[in-house]
């Protein structure tokens, strides 16, 4: 039999992340040739091929292309039923697949099963400790805390090399996250500016008007701090706050992120505010679980001393946007020094969500044959270029783990680092109590709500 070549395995197949991200994402790659030979997606329920492409289109709302469909195969299993991991490389093997060649294995899992997994792949064979072409995908959250994350890197290294390891982070897929490089570093008028001396405060926001719905049982371990701030806003933040990297080389940045994230600590003249939407305490009776939370950050670096960075995240409130917004510091324009104006200071926005682009505030003259001075805002859609379907997030990671390019993946040290604040943010604001604000307000901090 002619050797086959490369595998994709998804465990937890069957669950949201699988059917409304990581399949669709694979859908559109496929248009480009996916190189995928076969795409194992592993689950608990009892379904054959045929009917796990039934069951995630109607999940997904979504149509498979043919070819994607005869790519993909359903296995089930249990993440701790060794005979169910041993029966999946017998049907591997008598398909006549390549043990040496590309094999990843994505992992939409809780965190308390990553490691039984890859215990039992490793067991039939599947996975080959430091063999650099067998990689994880490894979906967030990696534990629950700065402690439980050591606990599962721990128990890996073992199992697999750090080098096998790719941590998603799919936020770092965005077009406008990716982007913030080029913004910063390509343009001089802003690489001239971007330190403290010209930036007062740096926002980064992430805010929705849904709750919580399928995600429940996850998100009521987790709360917002551990969902979005641990992860996504304050990676967001790094990439705007570190020094120039060395090289655009994957390690370089990796570096110059881990620096400044060390760097990061939390502004004790603003303690964090954590709230609860109203009636989310009825799905869970006497869940304290924050479904907002806004935390403001120094960083102990010359550059940015006295720069405020507040990072923002919530669920139903009255709008859906993430941005990240530089606000400079103001100034005043001195017409002969006999009279000052007052001039608005400029902001910088970065649009990730629901527009992708920049806006510039500056301040122009007001029209007519007075002097005034009013501000003008400069407005770049960066989705609009786009011809049909825009690139998405899964899509530029699955193919960057493929080419074994970790530049968008997080190394544990960023993690540690990611999580010693995370950990310091849920400390802080457990003593100032949760505040429980109405749904679809436009700014939870000015409801003054129940604690």
Known sequence: MESRGALLCIFGATGDLAAKKILPALQQWSKDNIPFERIWCLGRRPLDGPGYHAFVEAKGNFRLNEGLKKAIDYHRLTFDDAAAYHSLAARIVAEGFDP???????????????????????????????????RLLLEKPFGESLESAAAIQQRLLPLAAEEQMYRIDHYLGKEMIRNILTIRFANRIFTESWHGGAIETVEVISIETSGVEERLEYYDRAGAVNDMVQSHLLQMAALVAMDTPQTLEPESIRRAKIDVLKQMRLDSLHPPVIGQYAGYAAQVPGSTTETFVEATLRIDAPQWQGTRFVVRTGKKLGEKRTEIR?????TRLCLNCSETLEAAPNQLVIEVFPQEGVQLRFNSKTPGYGYGVEPVTADYCHSCR???????????????????DKTLFAGFAELQAQWRIADEIQAAAREHGLVVYPPGVWDMREQGGAT
């Open 100 to 134: 040496a060649a590309k094999r990843l294995f994505f992992l939409a899992v809780k965190p308390e099963d990553v490691v039984p997994i890859i215990d039992q792949l490793q067991a039939a064979g599947l996975f080959a400790t430091g063999n650099p072409e067998h």
């Open 326 to 330: 530089l606000h400079f510091r103001p």
């Open 386 to 404: 786009m011809i049909g379907n825009k690139p998405e997030a899964y899509v530029k990671l699955l193919k960057d783990a493929w080419s074994g």
